[in-house]
């Protein structure tokens, strides 16, 4: 069963406009979440998180908005560039030093 | 930043022999590392937590007779998958978070292993 899913397998964006990601998840008791790129054969590299007391948190062209009443996240990229074609993985974790829970990922293509 | 190492980046063996892959946390000491494992087109899935002096704690339907993790520092965890076979194939990825850090922190990602069982 799925804790943490990412619904679109892909998403195609044109350079300079925004791209939004989304993500839901099912375990209410996942209090950090954060959004990682991954390009093949490397591992994911952190891009932002935010913990559960809040709604949105801000790194300059990233944004995460949290809605933790219908338990939805999403990663707004604007704007938007040819660099950020990657895979973004969406994740989650409980209190603690404890493992990430990931979605399954969505392929997104910047087309200049 | 917290800089997690892994090697052999890519390996190929052959089917029944055993694979020895490191992960090593290069500036920071972790006591506890999580080892992942990604199949083409799918998500991360965690296979195990290695734990510095004690047993590894491993997944449902994670084999720990096949996959036989060792976390003897504070510094390094190893991953032997043991009698590998073509269904082993995947890209094996280890992580760890800097404990200098909140537990609310992100984990920090080694480069990954591709193996490749023939």
């Known amino acids: 069963d799925q804790q943490v899913k990412q619904n679109s397998p892909s998403l195609s964006v044109q350079e300079g406009r925004i791209s939004i990601l989304n993500c839901d998840y099912t375990?209410?008791?996942?209090?950090?979440f954060l959004w990682y790129k991954k390009y093949p054969a490397e591992g994911p590299t952190f891009l932002i998180s935010?913990?559960?007391?809040?709604d949105k948190n801000e790194d300059g062209r990233f944004t995460v908005f949290l809605n933790k009443s219908a338990k939805h996240l999403s990663l707004h990229i604007v704007p938007s560039q040819p660099g950020d074609s990657a895979v973004y993985f969406c994740?989650?974790?409980?209190?603690?030093?404890?493992?990430?829970?990931f979605g399954k990922g969505t392929r997104l293509s910047v087309i200049a | 930043g917290a800089v997690v190492s892994q090697h052999p980046s890519r390996v190929i063996c052959k089917s029944g022999t055993s694979v020895k892959i490191e992960c090593r946390s290069l500036?920071?000491?972790?006591?506890?590392m999580f080892w992942y494992r990604q199949f083409p087109k799918q998500s991360l899935m965690l296979m195990a937590t290695?734990?510095?002096?004690?047993?590894?704690?491993?997944e449902q339907g994670v084999e720990k007779d096949k996959f036989l993790i060792n976390h003897a520092s504070l510094t390094l965890s190893t991953l032997t998958v043991t009698s590998a076979h073509p269904e082993d194939s995947s890209f094996y990825i280890c992580?760890?978070?800097?404990?200098?850090?909140?537990?609310?922190?992100?984990?920090?990602f080694g480069n990954g292993t591709r193996l490749t069982v023939t």
């Open positions: 994740a989650a974790s409980e209190a603690g030093n404890t493992p990430l829970v």
């Open positions: 992580s760890a978070r800097d404990p200098r850090r909140a537990n609310d922190s992100p984990l920090h």
């Open positions: 290695s734990n510095e002096g004690s047993k590894a704690t491993y």
């Open positions: 500036d920071f000491q972790a006591t506890t």
């Open positions: 375990n209410s008791m996942f209090d950090y």
């Open positions: 935010i913990s559960s007391i809040k």
